[in-house]
């Protein structure tokens, strides 16, 4: 192996991309998944990153910049890093991490301040200072549960419809929803078409449905189910949303209600999903929580100063970075009534110490700094202060990404 050259790659290369993409992934990426990766290459020319060896192209990744909610609503654009891949042939020998470092010097010298994923392995990015940012994961409830006599639900219909008299209406209720909640991604049409795509590449009818209240939308799959007892099909929900917990009481009241089914499913779902607390049987819910979407600064006083703190904080805190050393060192944070922070060099004693990955995990708001102390993962000089840094940090409702991209 010659040494390796990372470069972002040109249009020109699409084919190359896509041939160590897919024998990356064993051949197993569907013609309509690497249509959707040839379409998202065209339209965003220079987010490719390609490693070299030699003239030989043998490991990639897509780094698209997009826009995200920060805490206080702050929409900020990121690093969405995906579709990274290392030829089977010249595995292990640090392609991949010579494409991770090049991509983190890379947006500590350009921009943007963080950088997002979805990892297909847990172990794979914690050694660059990556860090779980939301906690999502697997929630069933069984058909027909109840919700609690008294639970607000909002007036108004729920409507089925079609696919296309769905969409815009969906698509207005999403772009006003997505501030106010950290971590969704703002979408164009790939995101939709990625997050609402059929199988068999559309050659099937549709088994999406579409439920709509003035306040919010609901788009489910079925997935068939026949048991010796008749039809239980499970609901899969792929999207919701709702512009408050009254709406969100209305979707779910309307799918956990609907007949030949026997569970509803919500794959995304946080901890704090309200409907588990709307239930008039909690053992009619079961959930799986676990990491989410994982966030990594590359500029910690920018990023830092980009979102928003629930209260005021003043506090000096000492940062390891084995990957960008502008990031370590002493830092002093200071937050206004109104969340705003300015973050700048600090001196003296730091109030918390901890490395770069634990500021990825705590950034969104959906992991406790208390959680990380507790863990040993932050040192804290006082456990007091430790509990306003936590407050100011935290976030409600937690953070959630809305699409595994
Ligand atoms: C995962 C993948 C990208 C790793 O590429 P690679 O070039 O072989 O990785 P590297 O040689 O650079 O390894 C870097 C480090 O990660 C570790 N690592 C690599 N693959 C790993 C895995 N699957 N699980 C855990 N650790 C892994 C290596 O041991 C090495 O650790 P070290 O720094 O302590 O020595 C590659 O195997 C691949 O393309 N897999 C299929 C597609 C995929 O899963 N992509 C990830 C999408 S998020």
């Known amino acids: 192996m010659t040494e390796l050259r990372v470069t972002r790659l040109e249009t020109s290369a699409v084919d190359a991309y896509l041939t160590v993409l897919n024998d990356a992934f064993l051949g197993q990426i569907p013609p309509a998944g690497l249509v959707r990766e040839r379409a998202a290459f065209h339209a965003r020319p220079g987010a490719h990153y390609g490693v070299f060896d030699g003239t030989e192209l043998v490991g990639v990744a897509a780094a698209p910049t997009r826009p995200m909610t920060l805490p206080g609503g702050i929409v900020a654009q990121v690093s969405a890093v995906t579709s990274v891949a290392v030829s089977p042939s010249h595995r292990r ?9 090049h991509q983190l010097a890379d947006l500590a010298e350009h921009g943007p301040v963080l950088s997002a994923l979805w990892p297909s392995q847990g172990a794979l990015y914690t050694r660059f200072g990556y860090a779980p940012a939301t906690w999502q994961g697997p929630l069933v409830v069984r058909h027909g549960a109840r919700l609690r006599p008294g639970v607000p639900i909002a007036e108004g219909r729920v409507r089925e419809l079609p696919r296309q008299r769905a969409m815009a209406a969906i698509r207005e209720l999403h772009d006003r929803i997505a501030p106010s909640h950290a971590g969704w991604l703002h979408r164009d049409d790939g995101h ?8 068999v590449g559309g050659a099937a009818p549709s088994d999406l449905r579409f439920a709509l209240h003035d306040g919010g939308y609901l788009v489910y799959r079925v997935v068939p189910k026949v048991t010796p007892a ?6 899969h929900i792929r999207d919701l949303a709702a512009v408050d917990t009254t709406v969100r ?14 569970s ?6 946080t901890p704090d999903e309200p409907v588990l607390h709307m239930l008039a049987d909690p053992r009619a819910a079961e959930q799986a929580v676990r990491d989410g979407m994982w966030v990594r600064l590359a500029d910690v006083p920018g990023a830092l100063a980009l979102r928003r703190y629930r209260t005021a904080l003043s506090i000096t805190f000492s940062v ?4 960008l050393p502008g990031n370590a ?25 901890l490395d770069v990955a634990e500021l990825g995990a705590v950034y969104l708001g959906g992991t406790s700094l208390a959680a990380l102390a507790a863990a040993g993962r932050v040192r804290a000089r006082d456990p007091e202060l430790l509990a306003v840094a936590d407050a100011a940090f935290g976030h409600t409702p937690l953070p959630h990404c809305t699409i595994v991209f």
């Open 93 to 101: 020998r640090g392609v991949f991490a010579t494409l991770v470092r």
């Open 192 to 199: 939709w078409t990625l997050l609402l795509e059929d199988p």
């Open 230 to 235: 008749g039809r239980r099909h499970e609901l």
């Open 249 to 262: 009481a209305a979707l779910w009241r309307h799918v956990l209600g609907l007949d030949l089914s026997g």
């Open 264 to 269: 509803v499913h919500f794959e995304l779902s």
């Open 320 to 323: 390891t970075d084995a990957l």
């Open 329 to 353: 060192g002493l830092w002093r944070l200071v937050a206004d009534e109104s969340g705003k922070a300015v973050v700048e060099r600090g001196s003296g004693e730091p109030d918390l110490a």
